[in-house]
């Protein structure tokens, strides 16, 4: 079998650090953080504007809780 | 003037050289050259790996880059990790799943990404633009957004970058220094940076390619290799210049370079 040179090495290896998958405990962290940004996104559109009130001199206040 | 040599060519430079008065000690490989061989995908990735193996190696010719290549080497790997981190988290087969709005924001990118890759034939990386683009829209989502993307980092980047520069130390090939005490050897003139402007000035090569004309002018290697036609029209376009190795069908794709080698 022909001997590997450097440079040959130094392929393999970057394809090999490039397939790396990702890991159960990566997927859970993201999966996590997913989904609580899913339900702050939910929160977040389910926020019903106030209807406006006339303020001082008839000054619009427009405000959400 | 300098020579553009053919890697076909290759042998009968060398030949003649050595019947000059010796084959070079070194050579300079341009930072598109380490890339190139890093990533198999790339076009020139085969003939380039033949060509250093088959020709340098063999040869015991030692290899040195300029000081751009490692920040050259691990800017491209950190684009090219990110886009295959962002677009491995929005497949249908991975393990992750992203909220939606966030999945659309990289479909969106990914989605231009694969119009270059298909009209342009370009690499499948992001640009740089793109990726700061797709951040923007995990920041905006505030404090979550922020950790959601520091984790998709870390998946993507976190160890594989740090193993890419270990690999890329691993192959050996140094900067070529007038400070390294191993390489004093090779300098037959002072290396400054008021050199390689002069080259860019002369003829308005990109800065890198000029740093790699200089350090050729600077030691008594006599050629680089190199997967960029801009380097080579430089090469061409100075009576002083040394020479310059590339692979054949880069040179026959410009009708303009082929017509000067």
């Known amino acids: 079998m022909k001997n590997k040179s450097p440079f040959d090495r130094f392929s393999e290896e970057s394809e090999r650090i490039r397939k790396v998958p990702m890991s159960d405990e990566q997927a859970k962290k993201i999966n996590d953080l997913s989904r609580e940004l899913e339900r702050q996104e939910a929160e977040e559109d389910n926020l019903v504007p106030l209807p406006k009130i006339a303020g001082k001199n008839g000054v619009e206040i427009n405000s959400q809780i | ?261």
Not at chain 2, 99 to 125: F, T, Y
Not at chain 2, 148 to 161: A, I
Not at chain 2, 230 to 242: G, P, R
């Open chain 2, 1 to 261: 003037m300098g020579k553009v040599i053919r890697f076909s060519k290759f042998s009968n430079y060398i030949k003649e050289l050595n019947e000059l008065g010796g084959c070079p000690a070194g050579t300079i490989l341009d930072a598109n050259v380490i890339i190139t061989l890093s990533y198999s995908p790339k076009k020139y990735h085969t003939r380039t790996l033949d060509f250093l193996n088959k020709e340098i190696y063999a040869r015991d010719i030692k290899c040195y880059t300029t000081v751009n290549t490692t920040s050259e080497y691990l800017e491209f790997h950190r684009r090219l990790l990110m886009t295959e981190g962002l677009r491995d988290s929005i497949d249908s087969d991975s393990k992750s799943n992203l909220p939606n709005k966030k999945k659309q924001l990289i479909r969106l990118q990914s989605g231009i990404l694969a119009n270059r890759e298909k009209n342009n034939k370009a690499d499948p990386v992001f640009f740089d633009r793109e990726i700061k683009k797709i951040r923007e829209g995990f920041y905006e989502s505030g404090v979550v957004g922020k950790n959601l993307w520091k984790e998709l980092c870390d998946f993507s980047l976190m160890k594989k970058l740090q193993e890419e520069y270990e690999n890329l130390e691993n192959l050996g090939v140094k900067y070529i220094s007038p400070n390294d005490k191993d390489q004093k050897e090779f300098f037959i003139k002072e290396m400054t940076w008021a050199g390689a402007v002069k080259i860019c000035a002369e003829t308005c090569a990109g800065f890198s390619d000029s740093m790699i004309l200089n350090a050729l002018e600077s030691t008594s290697f006599q050629f680089a290799v190199s997967l960029d036609s801009d380097i080579a029209f430089a090469v061409l376009s100075n009576s002083t210049m040394k020479d310059v190795v590339m692979p054949d069908d880069l040179i026959d794709s410009s009708e303009a370079l082929s017509a000067l080698v």
